[in-house]
C-alpha cells in the first residue's frame, strides 16, 4: 500500500542541532561541484560568513541543517561563505562552469531519472517554447525558473513516460507539481511501473499501480510516493487521469 509524503519548497522553520547531529548529516550528503552562479539563482538562498578554520564544512553542514528548506549547501572558499539555498542538485549532477565551480553537498538522493529516455503527449511548444520533457531529465531544479518545467497541451489524460532501459529498484517517486496559479490542474494523477512497453502510449492500464494523488496539488509542492517496499521496473508513467487539461511537471525524481 503506497502512501503519500508531501512538504514545501520553502517552509522557513529553524531546528537546533548538536555538533554530533551536524557531523552525521554531513556525512550523509553527496558531494557535487556547482557553480556559484547557480547557486544563487533561487528565490531563496542565504550566505553566511564564516571564520577560517578546519571547520568550516562542519559549520555549513550545521547551518543548512538549522533550514527545512535547505537542499543544497556550498563553501565558498575565497570569501569563507556558507551559502544555504533550496535548489535541487541531483548527485550525479556534472558543473560546466568550472571557473566559477564550488565545493557543495546536496541532500537529494541519487535517482534514475538522469540515465532514462522520455516520451509524452504533445509539449505546448507554441507559447513556452522552453519547457520540453526533456528539462525533466535534467540534474537540477531551480524553483522561480517555470522554464525549467515541462509542459504539455490541453488533452484528454495527458502523461509522462520515463524509460530507464533496463529494469531498475526503486522505492520512491518523487514530483515537483507545477508553479504558479494553475498548479490546481495537477490532480488526479496516477503513477504507475512496468517491464515492458505498452502497445499503446497513453494506454498504461497494464502496468502495476505505484501511487494516486487526488490533489489538487498547490504551487511547487513536492509529492513523494513512497511503498513500503521496493520494486524493479523499466517504465514509470505519471498521468492525469482526467479530461482535457494541461499538465505541467517542474521535476521527477525515482530512487
Not at 565551480?101 to 509524452?120: M, N, P, Q
Amino acid at each position: 500500500m503506497a502512501y503519500l509524503k508531501t512538504c514545501a519548497l520553502v517552509l522557513l522553520v529553524v531546528r537546533v542541532w548538536s555538533p554530533s547531529q551536524a557531523t552525521s548529516t554531513l556525512r550523509r550528503h553527496t558531494k557535487v561541484e556547482v557553480s556559484r552562479a547557480l547557486a544563487i539563482t533561487s528565490r531563496t538562498y542565504r550566505t553566511i560568513s564564516i571564520p577560517p578554520g578546519a571547520s568550516q564544512n562542519l559549520r555549513c553542514s550545521t547551518g543548512c541543517a538549522a533550514f527545512e528548506w535547505c537542499h543544497l549547501w556550498c563553501h565558498d572558499v575565497v570569501s569563507s561563505e556558507c551559502i544555504f539555498t533550496n535548489i535541487f542538485v541531483m548527485p550525479d549532477y556534472e558543473e560546466t562552469n568550472k571557473d566559477d565551480a564550488l565545493v557543495c553537498y546536496t541532500l537529494r538522493r541519487k535517482s534514475h531519472v538522469g540515465r532514462a529516455t522520455i516520451e509524452s503527449t504533445p509539449e505546448k511548444t507554441d507559447e513556452q517554447p522552453l519547457r520540453v520533457k526533456e528539462n525533466l531529465l535534467d540534474e537540477y531544479y531551480v524553483t522561480k525558473d517555470k522554464d525549467q518545467c515541462a509542459l504539455l497541451i490541453t488533452t484528454a489524460f495527458p502523461w509522462f513516460l520515463l524509460d530507464f532501459g533496463e529494469p531498475v529498484t526503486f522505492q520512491h517517486v518523487v514530483i515537483v507539481a507545477q508553479p504558479g496559479t494553475n498548479a490546481n490542474l495537477f490532480e488526479n494523477v496516477e503513477v504507475r511501473t512496468g517491464t515492458s512497453p505498452v502497445s499503446t502510449l497513453g494506454d498504461f492500464s497494464s502496468y502495476a499501480m505505484f501511487a494516486k494523488f487526488a490533489g489538487p496539488a498547490t504551487a511547487n509542492q513536492v509529492i513523494e510516493f513512497e511503498v513500503t517496499a521496493p520494486v524493479m521496473a523499466r517504465f514509470v508513467s505519471i498521468q492525469v487521469m482526467n479530461g482535457d487539461t494541461l499538465l505541467q511537471v517542474c521535476h521527477i525524481e525515482v530512487f
